[in-house]
């Protein structure tokens, strides 16, 4: 049995994985400012006595009392809406949040896991992506304030382990999805579920031709938390290396849902990659994880939850 602290624990990603922390025996605290997280996330955890939730931002400090044998640092907005409306923030918890939380696992010497991002390799010129890219990032573009706040998290996180000895890891994650991602999101599936479900037309930016690789939500926590339970320092890419356009995703969700929703098309937001594929040769390697549900499956997963959210008034 652990205690491990799960920043940004109310959010998509943070909620489902304080659930399966619990659900394998470890007792979670979760910290979040609520900026983007949502407390209906863990509705179902707040009367277990295994579970705490702490209303803070990290970027003001972690206050946990008592041991804390790792901690999980997930607190960002995530989507490109979240974070473009919110950039300072996204600034701040990627920086002097992270720091903050690279200082209590190291005060109490328990093992930290960075939730960093396939972001970080930009608009890539190599594909699909290894860890040892190194990316084509703007500094200047409006995704930069998600971009760089990743990649000096990651500076940051490997500087500890240098300089400290602290054990630390790095998740890069690629496009995940699954139920608790909420309808209003902004990210490319909720997007496509929730105007499918309302008749709405499925908006595709640019000509749809840009790929994507998604994974849904179980495999993503799995991977996650292989890694967190290993003593593997390099950043390892935890994502569905299988690829999809964003038309062939839109043409699936419609097939999937039975809509008569039609397809139109956007002008391409900037900055906005071109491609996008985990090489997740290490992760099977070292971890000896790959995912396992499809994006069918998984779609169809999604959109039963969405239509039982839209049923209870929370579209």
């Not at 594909?127 to 703007?138: A, K």
């Not at 790959?290 to 997963?301: K, W």
Request: charged content about 20%; hydrophobic content about 40%.
């Amino acid at each position: 049995m652990s205690r491990v602290v799960v920043t940004g624990g109310a959010g998509f990603l943070g909620s489902h994985l304080c659930r399966a922390l619990i659900a394998r025996g470890d007792h979670v605290v979760a910290v979040d400012n609520l900026l983007t997280g949502r407390l209906d996330n863990l509705a179902d955890l707040v009367d277990r006595p295994e579970f705490t939730f702490v209303h803070h931002d990290v970027s003001s400090g972690v206050p946990v009392a008592g041991p804390v044998d790792g901690v999980l640092h997930f607190a960002s907005p995530a989507s490109p809406p979240e974070y473009l409306a919110h950039p300072f923030e996204t600034l701040d918890v990627g920086s002097i949040g992270t720091r903050h939380a690279l200082e209590l696992a190291r005060a109490h010497g328990g093992r930290f896991l960075l939730a960093s991002t396939s972001e970080i390799y930009g608009d890539p010129a190599v594909h699909p992506q290894p860890e040892d890219y190194r990316g084509n990032v703007s500094t200047i573009g409006p995704r930069s304030v998600y971009d760089e706040a990743k990649r000096f998290a990651e500076t940051l996180t490997m500087t500890y382990h240098r300089q400290f000895g602290l054990s630390t890891g790095i998740v890069r994650i690629f496009n995940t999805y699954g139920p608790g991602l909420r309808p209003a999101d902004g990210r490319v599936v909720s997007n496509f579920l929730a105007q499918a479900i309302a008749g709405e037309p499925l908006t595709v930016y640019g000509d749809g031709t840009q790929s994507r690789s998604f994974c849904y939500v179980d495999d993503e926590v799995a991977g996650i938390l292989a890694l967190f339970d290993s003593d593997i320092v390099e950043p390892v890419n935890i994502g569905n290396p299988d690829e999809f356009t964003v038309l062939e995703l839109a043409q699936l969700t419609v097939e999937m849902t039975g809509t008569t929703s039609e397809i139109v098309f956007r002008p391409l937001p900037e900055d906005d990659p071109t491609r996008r594929r985990p090489d997740i040769t290490r992760a099977r390697t070292l971890l000896g994880w790959q995912p396992s549900i499809d994006l069918r499956e998984g779609l169809t997963r999604m959109h039963a939850w969405f239509v039982e959210e839209r049923a209870r008034g929370r579209a």
